[in-house]
């Protein structure tokens, strides 16, 4: 099998080391076309050997649903040479679903170079499990973790990552390479653990989990922040208010519309910056009604982990993003960039034609896995100092801003749960649901919150009111 990338490949090197001898590292390619030698007889294709101009040799098509991967690492030995077993490994994680992120297949590549960058310092071959407990690669491994851990110079949850990649690569290594090591590689212990469902329904099962790991301590969350894909600490109103007003007077439509959407609809980084043009109504400037947003799988917008949702933009802002595409500033911008059909154009892309942020879709068609840093650079740089200007120095991020939705959303439904018109059932629900969340102990997440916290938080169809209002300036 040989990997063919595409002419003028972009390589990065993910793995730079200060060191003197040569480590392991981890290299991007772009629109990595596979197939296979074969005989002659069921030949798709024939390439020229790499050595010689004059000899060719047949091939076909890898037996898998994907020919063509869009951004693909590999894993380099110190000699430049390609780690034919843990290349080998990533590519089948790949093969087996094509629906895996490239992000997560770099990652792993990541934590198996550092795996064999760490026993490349002990002088212990990969393959070698003689010896005591504490020599074998695996324990060796786990080992480097301990001291970092305990000086909280990373988490146990971030070296069990890691770790997880190595047990999966040996898992892999013994049941499909016939692979037979000398001594077992960990230990493995079964539990039982409690859990919800979609439904809400407490359901219980067994996991499987090695010695390797490190133990983690849950700490019961008491109300200071919310836990929703992170550590999340929603803007209250007052902080809110700064925010908007600091975004009109920097000026940036893009990043005007940007920060509206998310704190009109939750959206996530990822979902609202790989919009298309297709997504967006005509809408109407004035009305609070909701249009859906199909993203996720089967969709050319991306979500977290590909999960297929249903997003409500009131009608007001997809008019809004409607006047922006007709604008001579998105039209200027459009025309830079790749040519798609109209519907499948990116809503936001930078002044060079590109996008903020590159769909899983798009990876190998922009050469590029841009993910969003120049929203992150706009908080830093114009956001955060010009709202510490006026008073307010807020340490957020992004995500935040999902968070700050949902309290706006719990706010006004309170108001609802008062009156008796809901219950704080049907008050969970339609918080879950608004915002995707897998489970309502997410949602509930958000209710012990405003319960131990005493802040001022938007009415969610006042503040769309406001935000309408105040977008008009910009018109």
Not at 255 to 266: C, D, E, S, Y
Not at 384 to 394: C, H, I, S, T, Y
Not at 398 to 403: E, I, M, N, Q, T
Request: glycine share 6%; net charge positive; aromatic share 10%.
């Amino acid at each position: 099998m040989r990997l063919k990338p595409s002419v003028g490949q972009l390589v990065v090197p993910l793995l730079p080391s200060t060191a003197l001898k040569p480590l392991y590292t981890v290299v991007k390619l772009y629109n990595v076309q596979l197939f296979e030698r074969c005989a002659a007889l069921s030949a798709t294709d024939w390439v020229h050997a790499e050595d010689s101009a004059n000899l060719r040799y047949p091939i076909h098509r890898l037996d898998s649903t994907r020919e063509l991967l869009s951004c693909h690492p590999v894993i380099l030995n110190p000699d430049g040479s390609i780690w034919r077993e843990g290349s080998l490994y990533i590519l089948d994680q790949a093969l087996a679903d094509d629906t895996c992120d490239p992000a997560t297949l770099i990652a792993q590549a990541g934590h198996l170079a550092d795996f064999m960058n760490t026993l490349l310092e002990e002088n212990r071959d990969f393959l070698d499990f003689t010896g005591y407990r504490f020599e074998l690669p695996t324990y060796i491994y786990k080992e480097k973790y301990n001291l970092p851990i305990k000086k909280q110079q990373i988490s146990a949850s971030t070296a069990n990552v890691k770790i997880r990649t190595v047990v999966r690569f040996y898992t892999d290594l013994i049941d499909h390479r016939g692979f037979s090591p000398q001594k077992q590689p960990w230990k493995v212990k079964r539990i039982k653990i409690i859990y919800e469902d979609v439904y809400g329904y407490e359901r219980s099962k067994y996991v499987s989990y090695t010695d390797l790991t490190y133990p983690i301590a849950h700490q019961e969350n008491t109300g200071e922040y919310i836990n929703d894909g992170g550590k999340l600490i929603p803007l209250i109103k007052s902080e809110q208010l700064v925010l908007l007003t600091s975004l009109m007077q920097i000026g940036n439509p893009e990043m005007i519309l940007v920060f509206t959407i998310a704190l009109v609809t939750g959206m996530r980084i990822q979902t609202i910056l790989t919009l298309r043009v297709g997504s967006i109504k005509s809408g109407d400037s004035t009305s609070f009604d909701l249009i859906p947003i199909r993203a996720g799988r089967g969709t050319l917008v991306d979500t977290k982990r590909n999960k297929p949702i249903v997003v409500l933009m009131p009608s007001w802002l997809h008019h809004k993003l409607t006047v922006y595409l007709n604008s001579d500033r998105y039209k200027q911008r459009a025309i830079l960039a790749p040519a798609k059909p109209e519907n499948e154009q990116y809503v936001f892309v930078s002044r060079t034609g590109k996008p903020y942020y590159i769909a899983k879709n798009d990876i190998g068609y922009f050469s590029s896995d841009e993910k969003g840093s120049y929203i992150r650079l706009f908080i830093k740089s114009k956001l955060k100092p010009l709202m510490g200007q006026k008073g307010v120095d807020v340490n957020f991020s992004f995500h935040d801003l999902r968070a700050t939705f949902g309290m706006n959303l719990i706010h006004e439904r309170l108001e609802l749960l008062r009156r008796g018109r809901i219950n704080e059932i049907e008050l969970i629900d339609y918080v879950r649901k608004r915002m995707s969340h897998s489970t309502s102990k997410t949602t509930q997440g958000y209710l012990q919150y405003e319960r131990n916290n005493d802040l001022a938080f938007q009415a969610d169809t006042e503040y769309q009111q406001f935000l309408i209002d105040l977008l008009a300036t910009k018109d």
